[in-house]
């Protein structure tokens, strides 16, 4: 199935006139023989669908078919290609002709209380700020500034299912990026999954990843059902996940320099070349 992918991407990006004509897009690796080159993304250690993967320690994931999944090591070097940071802890799911993606890593932060009522406007100031922040660093490996500009819909909790879902508006060299975010909430800690979207098609992505995320479960004894006396009590609540969890609560202290790294989680970039990707892009035939 590897070669399958490999010709899938060739098609998306390396071969088409539009894919030619994009100087930004990742170099292409040149094989031996006069082949045609392999876009890096190809190269990548892909797990097909359907499947079962472990998500760390506490939980599983169902990826159905027509859809492919990267372990941490993987992702890191896909969110490299993207010029995203990377925590070396997130994996990362995706349909086969990546018209979008989700990235997914556990937050090992204890039980967070879900009593909580969420100012939007203070969210959304701390998240700006940070990705301020994360900007300086993004401008010393020479990569396009992410820039923060609204909610595409203001956070929401479901208690009934313990999730917490929001979107956040941004734009990149002056390409709009819209990320969805939920944070799923377990016994020791919470998921953070964060789809990546070109903002033409984040309706039917979202409804995508959603229904990816109903095969995503913790395992036994990790649910949030399953909190006990005397576990570990996060140190926040349901507005900090939204902010970057424990440096939210920081800057509120005016710590907040040297912490824009776990400030700017769940606000990812596409990169130019993959934007073109994500802009009005058609499912391929398998």
Known sequence: MRAGLAVSICLMFACGPAAAQDT?????????????????????DWD???TDVKVGKHATLTVPEGYMYLYPKETSKFQELTENFASGRESLIAPDDLRWFG??????????????????????????KGTEQSNEERRKRGW???????????????SATQRLEW?????SEGEPVVNFNTRLLGRKGVTSATLVSGPETLDAAVAEFKDVLEGYQYVS????????????????GLAALIAGGGAAVAAKS???????KFIVVGVAGIGVWLVKLFKGKKRQDA
Do not use: C, H, S
């Open 167 to 171: 979107a956040i508006a941004a734009e």
């Open 103 to 128: 990235l997914l890593e556990f937050e090992d932060i204890g039980y967070v209380k879900d009593d909580e009522e969420i100012d939007a406007n203070d969210v959304l100031e701390t998240v700006r």
């Open 144 to 158: 396009a500034e992410m820039n923060i500009t609204g909610w595409r819909f203001k956070p929401r909790y479901d």
């Open 48 to 50: 097909y669908g359907p």
């Open 221 to 236: 004894g990790e649910r949030y059902a399953d909190v006990q006396e005397g576990d570990n009590m996060a140190e926040y």
């Open 254 to 260: 005016g710590l907040l320099k040297g912490l824009w």
């Open 24 to 44: 930004t897009e990742p170099e292409a690796v040149e094989p031996q023989g006069g082949e045609e080159p392999v876009n890096p993304l190809a190269k990548l």
